[in-house]
């Protein structure tokens, strides 16, 4: 998974609080992905997202959750208030510019909720 | 959202056995993508499949593009206890970026 750095590996948050995901996406892409994952589960799409523009936010949930890709630095998937129910691996994806080229994932943030 | 279907679930093999798992869509994909994923890591891309009928081979794994387009399958051959992982295929339409996963192959190798 070298190129796609993604931090923290694991993150601890009690109810309420709020989590702050980043990925920083291989070189040269320019668009980013992230996913949730279940134990037990396969990926499910959140957010995909280009440099300052949200392109399809169709899988994540309308409250408490945003993302953003700014011109400069990562992309972060913000959690507010966060829930038990929040806890999963989340997964960050970049490609590059040309259509269906692969993406390439990071190895993921472990969020976990007190 | 809608999921690909992979076949199967998950499986126990010996050690040199070979293996076979195939995922299915109900629509039509130009591209497939394979990608394994071992416990505490993210997923790694294997094979990428760009063509109907394409035979794509990476070492001891080969997978093909269906000829229909929707559906793809993975071949491990002689496997070893490295092997051991979820085998996730991915499918996308053209000109989309949006890759729909499927649900996963649990793969265990019995030494």
């Known amino acids: 998974n070298a190129g796609v750095m993604q931090n923290p590996r694991h993150l601890v948050r009690r109810r309420g609080q709020e989590a702050r995901l980043r990925c920083s996406p291989m070189k040269g892409h320019s668009h980013v992905y992230w996913y949730r994952q279940l134990p037990e589960e396969g990926l499910k799409f959140m957010v995909y997202?280009?440099?300052?523009?949200?392109?399809?936010e169709s899988g994540m949930p309308k409250e408490r959750f945003s993302a953003e890709f700014p011109k400069e630095g990562p992309s972060i998937l913000r959690i507010q208030q966060v829930v038990r129910g929040d806890s999963a691996a989340y997964f960050c994806a970049s490609s590059g510019q040309d259509s269906n080229q692969p993406q390439h994932f990071g190895d993921g943030t472990r969020l976990s909720i007190l | 959202g809608q999921q690909l279907n992979q076949s199967p679930q998950s499986m126990f093999i010996q050690e040199g056995e070979d293996v076979s798992m195939n995922c299915t869509s109900s629509?039509?994909?130009?591209?497939w993508l394979w990608y394994k994923q071992d416990p505490g890591e993210g997923p790694v891309l294997l094979i990428a499949?760009?063509?109907?009928?394409e035979l794509t081979s990476n070492g001891r794994l080969t997978a093909q593009f269906g000829i229909t387009r929707k559906d793809s399958f993975l071949n491990i051959s002689a496997s070893i206890p490295s092997d051991v992982g979820i085998y996730f295929c991915a499918g996308t339409t053209s000109g989309t970026y949006k890759y729909i996963f499927g649900t996963g192959t649990r793969l265990k190798v019995l030494a």
């Open positions: 629509s039509i994909f130009n591209t």
């Open positions: 499949l760009y063509k109907a009928g």
């Open positions: 997202l280009q440099k300052e523009n949200i392109i399809d």
